[in-house]
């Protein structure tokens, strides 16, 4: 009876040792499932100090390139405005140039040369009409002597009224009467009677004409004034003054 139960207690050992070891195995380390936050975690440790090196390096070359950018934009605008300083400058040349010739353009429009209008009141005298003077004065000319009757002095009012080189609201007789023309008498004896005959003594005043001397050119070649025709045709040719 003693030998039995001895061995009844060993295998009661033994099934104890046994339980025992299935409880460790069942109850094994972590699962890779438990395990996976951990995981990524440690790579997320690793890799995100890399991605934070790369972006740094990255953002450093991209503000190296748009400070170099920059500059060169600095630069190429410097040069652009010194350009546009240039191109400011010679436009004000050619606008002082330009203003220049106009003036000189206007001064050869405006000059009325005295032997054109000379010729042109001799040319229009008619046979019965003496002039005896021709004065240039501030507001015109004045025009004196001495015509056969009032109709011949009507006539050359008339005929100095249709000049281009004249204002003709501006032509009149100022001055007409009836008085003895003036005959030289040297070489007449002395006992001789002689009589005088009348005509109308007279004073014309007319206006030069103020249209521009380009379009009197024809005019002012008539009546000899060929260094103005001449001046104001090269100015024409040129395109400075238009016809």
């Known amino acids: 009876m003693y030998s039995l139960d001895v061995n009844f207690l060993k295998d ?21 499932k438990e395990q996976l936050p951990l995981i990524i975690g440690g790579a997320v440790m690793v890799v995100l100090p890399a991605i934070t090196a790369s972006s740094l390096l990255l953002l450093n070359q991209l503000s190296s390139s748009t400070e170099q950018r920059i500059q060169q934009l600095d630069t190429q605008l410097g040069q652009l405005n010194s350009q546009n300083q ?12 330009n203003q220049e010739v106009q003036s000189l353009v206007t001064v050869f429009n405006q000059i009325r040369p005295w032997s054109a209008i000379l010729r042109e009141i001799e040319t229009q005298i008619p046979a019965n009409v003496q002039v005896g003077s021709i004065v240039q004065t501030d507001t015109g000319v004045t025009i004196g002597g001495y015509a056969m009757g009032y109709d011949d002095l009507n006539d050359f009012v008339l005929t100095l009224q249709s000049s281009p080189l004249l204002k003709a609201e501006q032509t009149m007789i100022e001055t007409a009467t009836l008085e003895d023309f003036p005959i030289e008498t040297n070489n007449a004896p002395e006992n001789v009677e002689i009589e005088f005959p ?11 004409s103020d249209r521009p001397s380009s379009e009197l050119l ?22 400075v003054l238009k016809p």
């Open 198 to 208: 009348q005509g109308v003594k007279y004073t014309i005043t007319t206006a030069i």
């Open 86 to 97: 240039s191109i400011e400058e010679i436009n004000a040349k050619v606008e002082q140039n």
């Open 12 to 32: 009661r050992h033994l099934e104890t040792s046994s339980k025992t070891t299935l409880v460790n195995q069942t109850r094994g380390g972590p699962s890779l």
């Open 218 to 239: 024809q005019e002012f070649a008539r009546s000899g004034a060929t260094g103005l025709v001449n001046r104001i045709r090269t100015l024409e040719n040129k395109g």
